[in-house]
């Protein structure tokens, strides 16, 4: 069983502030990984992916990828109450058509 | 990259009644289609994946059912709906970005929210 696990929260973070969302995942074999954004009665955005160990950034997301030990995570800088979401982690197996296995998801709310 | 639209947006229905959520996908063709759903205070769960007209995969027993009757439609049903059929029903796709990127990125479309009573 692919599981990916995330920390339900929430996580309460003061405007201007750095908001840390973490993921875990049990296939060691995963290649593809992916950080959604899901406002309140919609359907999840795509914010960041990354695919190699290490940083990845883009804007005020930095994605960091560790397959040693299995995490990932999402680090948002300079937080905005506009940012304030759940976050989901997904997980693929390859890059082909295998599903993506979803987190259930980091609920972030920044405090103006 | 693709559209995706579903209908209905909002559905209320009581228990024992039929199902139809319809998905049809704009700007690509035969692509993998996925129906997740994401019940109150869960993650989304995967309940079937098509990977052309007629292939269906079932992830999870339920009560549901899935077609693809055409190549860009996507069709989730249930002959009768159960309390624990309430969720918010997503129908996804790959966007795939390109070799360099290695990996189909899932857009998913804006859902139907149903409401069993």
């Known amino acids: 069983q692919k599981e990916v696990e995330q920390n339900s929260g929430p996580l309460s973070v003061p405007e201007g502030a750095i908001a840390s969302l973490n993921c875990t995942y049990s296939d060691r074999v995963s290649q593809s990984f992916f950080w959604y954004r899901q406002y309140s009665g919609k359907s999840p955005e795509l914010i960041m992916s990354?695919?190699?160990?290490g940083d990845k950034e883009d804007g005020r997301f930095t994605a960091q990828l560790n397959k040693a030990s299995q995490y990932v995570s999402l680090l948002i800088r300079d937080s905005q109450p506009s940012d304030s979401a759940t976050y989901l982690c997904?997980?693929?197996?390859?890059?082909?058509?295998?599903?993506?296995?979803f987190g259930k998801g980091t609920r972030l709310s920044v405090i103006a | 990259s693709q559209t995706i639209h579903q209908w209905p947006a909002t559905l209320v229905q009581p228990v024992g009644s039929p199902l139809s959520l319809e998905c049809t996908v704009e700007g690509t063709s035969n692509p993998n289609l996925y129906w997740y759903r994401q019940a109150a205070g869960r993650g989304l769960q995967l309940l079937f994946y098509s990977v052309g007209i007629g292939q269906i995969s079932s992830e999870v027993p339920q009560n549901l059912s899935a077609s693809r009757p055409q190549d860009r439609q996507f069709i989730l049903s249930s002959k009768k709906l159960l309390l624990s059929d309430s969720g918010f029903y997503l129908c996804a796709c790959p966007d795939y970005q390109g070799v360099s990127s290695g990996a189909n990125v899932l857009t998913f479309g804006a859902g139907s929210r149903l409401t069993v009573l």
């Open positions: 990354i695919y190699s160990n």
């Open positions: 997904a997980v693929n197996l390859d890059s082909g058509n295998t599903p993506l296995v």
